[in-house]
């Protein structure tokens, strides 16, 4: 069967049923039919949030194999529930981009699901068409003041680096001009478009405490300078009410359920090679609110997604997780020891050994942040028992909890080992994790920490771009940001070429873009595609819908 054929098999709980199991009065959600809900913000806790043990779950760096991390988290979450731990597990809103693109939808697989897929997978509440709407309501009122003869601020339309977005893969669309068609059509230059999931409102929304926070932070957008060099925030065209208005409904989390019929939050979906990679830091306050355990995930390998969950969203919240489980496939170890991706699923002893560096990196970063990795291996029919071992041996050496967990073909009774590996680690935890870097420091040292003790680089390079923007970040009096390094998901380095655990490598900074906004600085490595292609044949080529209305193709 197929994730979607899984899925359809599984008659949903009404959410109002789902939201008494979550600890809701049902007249407190704001229903959006009969299966999914609004939380209103309301019904966040900090007390009882302080309580809850936050669960982590990252992974290795990525290959085309895949990895499962959201399918992990799924199945770890309902683990928990049938050991009897009141858990809700908090994910990212899936992008169309992906969805019609390669990757497809991003709602986990086979029996660690969640559900209505169709809903969440296409549209599902309207949070990224409100996004997209603030982001572009901005857009239009830069060009309209650039224009404007009686309300201008005197922009620098060359200084401004705002563009619009779309949330769908669309390469024509990354180069523009606009304002072509004389002068009542606006002032012609060159702009473009990003996907929606790359907007710096997206990472505002998931990183902003409540509505006053977001209206604060939308206002604190950098937008260029004046002719006469003056900066101009998005508070200067007094558009970040209006924007604001138009996020009134995203910035409240969503609440699914499992195919298990246990809650499940899903808000916010920002980019972790450009952004902070996680779901919203008010959508985990909600789960933590109502639930003895909160499992969620980070974007990426550990040390994108994860680095930026722990230096960034859980610094600005001030909460902390118990552990990290650590997500693993033989298949995507195999391909970081140099087997091509079609010759994965045959046993390969010696490829798999020449790929654990990679692992071993990614356990070394979680305890350097104070934390109890748990190694949990993503199982796939292929994997043969000599390669399962091969592992396991490696976490008896270095003294890690270590299982093998079947979530795909069995769901939350394929990871009972694992919950229980989790419950131990809680119970063993005792301190909140140690940051990279403070935020006081200067900006190259925090890079610098990154770089050297999360990636294993030898030194960082700045071009000559990226050392103006220095200066400019210091004139603008904005040092004490955390950084959010732009960097391939492919490699610990910034080669994506660069697989299993590269030594003795530089990281050159070409760029640093300012998300004052967001409250960070993003400094850009390599070649960072912030508006996907389509390939040859997108995955919608095979996405119908019969006259009935029911979907083919989504997976």
Known sequence: MTDLDIAKSQEPLPIFKIAEKFGVNENDIEMYGKNKAKLPLSLIDRKKAENSNLILVSAISPTPAGEGKTTMSIGLSEALNKLDKKTTVVLREPSLGPVFGIKGGATGGGYAQVIPLEDINLHFTGDFSAIEKAHNLLSAVIDNNIQSKTNSLG??????????????????????????GGTSSGIPRETGFDITAASEIMAILCISKDLSDLKRRLGNIFIGYTFKKKPVFARDLKVEGAMATLLRHAIKPNLVQTLDGNPAIIHGGPFANIAQGTNSVIGTLMGMSHSE????????????????FFNIKCQSANISPK??????????????????????EHPDLAALRKGLPNLEKHIENIQGFGLEPIIALNKFTTDTKEEIELIRDLAKVKDIRFSVADVWAKGGKGAIELAQHVIEAVKRCQTKFTPTYDWQMPVEEKIEQIAKQIYGAKKVDYNSTAKLQLKQINDLGLNDLPV??????KSLSDNPK????????????????????AGFLIPITGDIMRMPGLPAHPASEGIDISDEGEIFGLF
């Not at 200084?159 to 606009?178: C, E, G, H, P, S």
């Not at 970081?336 to 991706?341: A, K, P, T, V």
């Not at 959010?484 to 998901?489: E, F, L, S, V, Y």
């Open 155 to 180: 922009l620098d339309h060359r200084t401004i680096t705002w563009k619009r977005v779309i949330d769908m893969n669309d390469r024509a669309l990354r180069r523009i001009i606009v304002g072509l």
């Open 293 to 308: 355990y909160t499992v969620t995930e980070a974007g990426f390998g550990f040390d994108l997604g994860a680095e930026k």
């Open 323 to 344: 552990v990290v489980v650590l997500t693993t496939t033989i298949r995507a170890l195999k391909y970081h020891g140099g087997l091509s991706i079609n010759n994965l």
């Open 484 to 489: 959010c390094i732009a960097k391939t998901q």
């Open 498 to 517: 660069l697989l299993g655990r590269p030594k003795d490598f530089s990281i050159t900074v070409r760029e640093i873009e300012i998300a004052s906004g």
